[in-house]
């Protein structure tokens, strides 16, 4: 067991060390979707996508799609689901968002987006693939938040730093606030 826990350890050393001083881009893409509710009634979902290259050369020819959001359900408000820059330098990042609205209730689950660009050395275009979104419950019943409940969450998270500031506050207090019994001491004189 050992022997093949060392085996697979250094196998993916060389293969990291060879991807790693290899001429060519390495392409990493992250992808967020976040709802906001409207009052019509709809909800808006919000993507960007982010897109480095990780890589030791220029990525050119860099294009992004996004088709996974159904125009039965979603209508495209602002910016596109693809676009395309010239290129991506080493070490550099791209950034593309869009706003989506959805009268449509349900759970929808969106797959990653396709980014394709071109190396010099190569012909033949490269893809590579972000990371998908969590489920998205569009329009769902969300219960109103309790304010004892919102409060019990800020405790349990904040709770040791709200009690070692107040204990602070406390201290500060009393050694900033003059002592009532030794005021009354020093303004008496002795004839």
């Known amino acids: 067991m050992a022997k093949t826990l060392i085996s697979v350890v250094v196998a993916l050393i060389l293969v990291s060390s060879t991807l790693g001083s290899s001429d ?5 893409a992250h992808k967020k979707a ?3 509710r409207l009052k019509s ?3 808006r979902v919000s993507v960007s996508i982010d897109i480095y290259n990780q890589g030791s050369t220029t990525a050119y020819d860099v294009s992004l799609t996004d088709d996974s959001w159904s ?10 689901t693809s676009t395309s820059w010239e290129r991506l330098d080493a070490g550099g990042l791209l950034s593309h968002a869009f706003e989506l609205e959805s009268k449509v209730e349900g759970m929808f689950y969106g797959a990653p987006a396709v980014i394709t660009f071109r190396i010099p050395t190569t012909a033949a275009l490269q893809e ?3 990371t998908p979104i969590l489920p998205l419950d569009i ?3 969300r219960p109103p938040e309790k304010k004892f409940e919102w409060a019990k969450r800020l405790l349990a998270k ?6 070692v500031i107040s204990i602070v506050s406390v201290f500060v207090y009393l050694v900033a606030s003059p002592s009532k019994s030794g005021a009354g001491k020093g303004s008496k004189k002795k004839r």
Do not use: K, M, R, W
């Open 24 to 28: 060519v881009p390495f392409i990493v």
């Open 34 to 36: 976040s709802l906001t």
């Open 41 to 43: 009634g709809a909800e």
């Open 71 to 80: 125009q039965d359900v979603f209508n495209i408000v602002s910016g596109n």
């Open 128 to 130: 590579a693939y972000s």
């Open 139 to 141: 329009l769902a019943v």
């Open 158 to 163: 904040y709770g040791s730093q709200i009690s």
